[in-house]
């Protein structure tokens, strides 16, 4: 078990991670270390930075219990990159690669709503099942100590879907809800009204990949997130985390670039054949 806290200075966050069975685990994490450098490097970083993949994993996929099988030696950590336990084992553990390159690896869920509304559990170990009402699946999350992200999506914050995001947006205090932007929110389009009045509010926006089920999209992770000045303890990184993202005075800064237009056309299509 791992402890103590980090020397890093940039904390670089990828807060929409999915790790598909189409996926190899540890070209994921080669492909996520390798874009969190670049990002740092492009920051101006004096090199220092930690990486720290959120994951997001949807109902039929429990990729976090796995790793945590190889901690346990219940199952073999095959190839460069070992996995050791935290303090906080049931929500984030420790990736490191043989020659010292390391990542943080946080827990989380995705659930889809009664509502067909996307909602993102993480910091937190919790189990919401799917089809639940929208302000149950919230609640549930603040009242267990995760934090709660609506992340966009294509075509679903229009219509009613659109129209309850605001309503929720309008009636939740802005320490408890988070908005998400994705890697896969094509640039050319101009940026979303709820973002606007999320900026209005206070609430925040958290970025992430968002990676597609779909073989190209493996090095996709950490590629599209956000950066803080700050350090996180290997004790209780999830915890730190969350704290950080809680206070307004600790300045979140987005980085990546949205979809090209004919990534964006060529991934849709690729869903739908699918």
Known sequence: ?????????????????????????????????????????????????????MLTESFGYDCFSELREMISGSAQQPGPWQFASLAEDESA?????????????????????????????????LFIHDSLPLLEVLANINSNGGL????????????????????????????????????????????????????SKGIRILSGSDPLPLATEEARPGSYGFWIKDTLSLGQPSQDLKQLLLNRDVAIHPYGRGENISRFIRNQLLLRYH
């Open 148 to 199: 709660a992200i609506l992340p966009w999506g294509v075509g679903k914050w229009f219509g009613r879907r659109g129209d309850l995001i605001k309503k929720i947006l309008h009636q939740f205090d802005a320490q408890n809800i988070f908005l998400g932007d994705i890697a896969g929110r094509p640039s050319f389009w101009p940026r979303p009204t709820i973002f606007r009045l999320a900026d």
């Open 1 to 53: 078990m791992h402890n103590g806290a980090t020397k890093d200075t940039t904390i670089l966050v990828d807060a929409h991670v999915h790790i598909y069975d189409c996926f190899e685990i540890h070209r994921l994490l080669d492909a996520a270390y390798h874009n969190f450098k670049s990002a740092a490097t492009a920051q101006a970083s004096d090199g220092k930075f930690l990486g720290v993949l």
């Open 93 to 125: 553990l420790l990736a490191r690669r043989t020659n010292g390159e390391r990542l943080i690896i946080i827990s989380g869920r995705q659930i889809v709503t009664a509502e067909r509304i996307e909602v993102l559990a993480v910091a937190t170990g």
